[in-house]
């Protein structure tokens, strides 16, 4: 299908072009960036409402600055798509988040326009202040840096991190807060109430500007004027408040609020801020989704709806005449509701993903015991922690790849501590079209060699309501259940829930000359392939690990006394992962055997579908129908049954 261009926008390959345009031309330009991102996404899929909430600002951006001279780091890439439009990728957006593509976030190696990969909140602030500081160092001095976070990123420890670091920096900095009071779900917490208090404060709007020309006039009595001007603003502030300024108090000059939305205003803004020294933050309300009705009115929604008619909204998906198996993220919510129903010492606990995770069941239907703690994995670990020592049962839902950012205090706060905290690992392997930033390659690497952790893995919706309900038994401590993005296996779902014993494994079939080990939902790659197999006259045996820590010894040892060729299959990194235990529980017993580890290797996969990217990492089941006919003999002998 091919997609028009608005007349302005179709001359307009870099942000240089951008600049021939007079301030009046902006709005038509705003108008046709918009609608070309609606065009794009609604027949291509990927992030909605946050690129369109900022369009605005993006053209301002990049009109008011001398990019990429100037430095532009946006945090997280939902919010980027209409800078990569202007910066020389309009032409490839509609390959956007697929396979050989671009990808959905910034990315250095992508663009000289795109200055600091970012995939994971709250990192703009310290990456730009790092800039700054450098081009300080250098004496680069007509330099700008300015940083994009949403107001839900703002949440985040390292945002803060930032902020008081920049606050004793003389740098060149510009924080632009936007604010809109989402991120993916509805933001929470106190600083969402402060910010509320600021933009909704009558007597401060009103008396803003006037306020500002007054004080502008006073700087001219005199050499010490700037020291008294500077009190006298922050004590107006402070008062029609009725409280200190937060980022006043952190030594940024605060601007704000300002509409997000008139693009002429925020270009003359910006310039003026570019000649004021010194960190300053500019406040700036936006309505994620604005210019589509229905993604204003549901943000959630609409962050990432996939395929819909841009006339009608509506959300185009499969429809199948036979039952479906769930998403395991659901699975995860229903089955949190029926055990807390049981177990009253049961809480769950998400990062600013309700929806993602969908702990957002329990939210509505047990809404004390459920808590959504801002975008905040290290708060939302050691939160947890405290809520164990206490006799809770915490289950702490995190992706798999935001769990990275909180792995000291699971050590420290959790494990050490041998705290019974259930952690739900979401996303875990690869994850898809958000591609690097977010696969959940390493939790099997990183959650193993964690003394007192147990780290099992669901082959099916089935075996995660067990994991969970086994989980929250008696001095289980910690306990790590990594499942992935998508759809399980098994429509009749629901069944009655059994402990199981933890570090034991299970076998599927029984078979010759060869031995599948798996574990997680790639198991059933391997039934797949057993199948196929057999119908060859090729039968190996494979068994279901569950757990990679505690491995199942007697399950390994008869492997080991059995077989002399071993196939593991993980959707996790090789490094490190499940195959590596099997290779450390040979050597530590003194078996020999060709084990052939299939995984993640050791790089970096990028973005795609997930049956694409299990392909190109050759786990998926043609590749192991393929690692077994290397090694295994055609026999006319039947498949042994288990």
Not at 126 to 134: H, I, K, N, T
Not at 289 to 296: I, P, R, V
Not at 413 to 421: R, Y
Not at 469 to 490: C, K, L, S, V
Request: proline share 4%.
């Amino acid at each position: 299908m091919e997609i028009k261009t608005g007349a302005l926008l179709s001359t307009i390959n870099y942000p240089a072009d951008l600049k021939q345009y007079s301030e009046q031309d902006l709005e038509q330009i705003c108008q046709e960036l918009r609608q070309y991102i609606i065009d794009v996404v609604s027949v291509n899929g990927g992030h909605f409402g946050a690129s369109l909430g900022v369009v605005e600002l993006t053209v301002a951006l990049h009109y008011a600055l001398n990019t990429p001279y100037d430095k532009l780091v946006w945090d997280v890439g939902h919010q980027a798509y209409g800078h990569k439009i202007l910066t020389g990728r309009r032409d490839q957006f509609h390959t956007n988040r697929i396979i050989n593509g671009i990808s959905g976030f910034p990315k250095i190696s992508e663009s000289e326009y795109d200055t600091f990969g970012v995939g994971h909140s709250s990192t703009s602030i310290s990456a730009a202040l790092g800039m700054a500081v450098a081009s300080h160092y250098k004496g680069e001095k007509d330099r700008q840096h300015v940083a994009v976070i949403g107001d839900g990123a703002m949440t985040a420890g390292l945002a803060f991190e930032g902020l008081n670091h920049a606050g004793i920096e003389n740098s060149n900095l510009l924080v632009i807060l936007n604010d809109n009071c989402m991120s993916i779900d509805p933001n929470v917490g106190a600083l969402k109430e402060y910010l509320t208090s600021i933009t909704t404060s009558k007597s401060y709007n009103r008396f803003r500007d006037d306020v500002s020309n007054v004080l502008a006039k006073l700087s001219e009595l005199g050499p010490n004027a700037h020291k008294y001007v500077k009190k006298i603003e922050k004590s107006i502030k402070g008062t029609l408040l009725r409280q200190s300024n937060l980022f006043e108090a952190l030594n940024f000059r605060y601007f704000g609020p300002v509409d997000g939305h008139d693009v002429k205003r925020l270009a003359a803004v910006i310039k003026d801020l570019s000649a004021i020294p010194g960190p300053k933050l500019l406040h700036c309300v936006t309505v994620k989704g604005k210019g589509f009705a229905l993604a204003e009115k549901d943000q959630t929604k609409w962050h990432a709806p996939g395929l819909f008619d841009k006339i009608t909204g509506e959300i185009k998906k499969s429809v199948s005449d036979k039952p479906q198996a769930p998403k395991y993220q659901d699975v995860f919510g229903h089955t949190m509701v029926e055990l807390a129903e049981t177990n009253k010492k049961i809480v769950g606990i998400t990062p600013a993903m309700p929806s993602g995770s969908s702990l957002n069941i329990m939210m509505k239907a047990m809404p004390d015991r459920a808590f959504d703690v801002g975008i905040a994995e290290q708060h939302a670990v050691t939160f947890s922690a405290g809520l164990a020592t206490q006799g809770l049962v915490p289950f702490c839902n995190i992706y798999s790849s935001f769990m990275q950012r909180a792995y000291d205090q699971v050590i420290h706060d959790v494990a050490i501590q041998n705290l019974n905290v259930v952690f739900c690992l979401d996303r875990a392997g690869l994850a898809g079209a958000d591609g690097a930033t977010h696969h959940g390659a390493y939790d099997l690497a990183y959650m193993r060699c964690i003394p007192n952790m147990v780290v099992a893995s669901p082959m099916n919706e089935e075996e995660l309501r067990n994991l969970m309900f086994t989980a929250q038994q008696e001095n289980m401590g910690p306990f790590t259940i990594r499942y992935p993005r998508g759809n399980g296996m098994m429509p009749d779902w629901k069944r009655p829930f059994k402990a199981l014993e933890v570090g034991k494994g299970r076998k599927i079939c029984d078979g010759e000359d060869v031995a599948i080990l798996s574990i997680g939902h790639v198991g059933n790659f391997a039934v797949e392939a057993c199948q196929e197999l057999g119908t060859v006259g090729i039968h190996p045996a494979h068994y279901d690990l569950r757990f990679v820590k505690p491995l199942d010894a007697a399950l390994l040892h008869d492997v080991f006394t059995r077989y002399t060729n071993i196939i593991t299959i993980e959707d996790g990194c090789l490094q490190g992962g499940m195959g590596s235990a099997i290779l450390e529980f040979m050597a530590d017993h003194k078996y020999t055997a060709n084990v052939v580890r299939l995984g993640i290797p050791d790089e970096f996969i990028e973005h795609g579908e997930q049956p694409e990217l299990w392909t190109l990492c050759n786990y998926d089941k043609n590749a192991i129908v393929t690692a077994v006919k290397k090694i295994a003999v055609s026999r006319t002998t039947k498949t042994m049954a288990s």
